[in-house]
């Protein structure tokens, strides 16, 4: 749930006291389809940004 509210993976790792990102990348780091939608709009208004300024 920390990584769908957006929290970065370096502070879930702290916060469960695991010794490497990757483990809990690993283990936690399921992806939803709400993180896929997101991802994508996030994306999209990047490369909008890039292309119309």
Given at each position: ?53
């Amino acid at each position: 749930m920390s990584l769908q509210s957006g929290c970065d993976i370096k502070t879930v790792q702290e916060n469960l006291g695991h010794y490497a990102a990757a483990f809990t990348l690993d283990t936690y780091g399921h992806v939803t389809e709400q993180m896929r939608r997101q991802g994508a709009q996030k994306i999209d208004q990047y490369m909008d940004k890039i292309v119309h300024g």
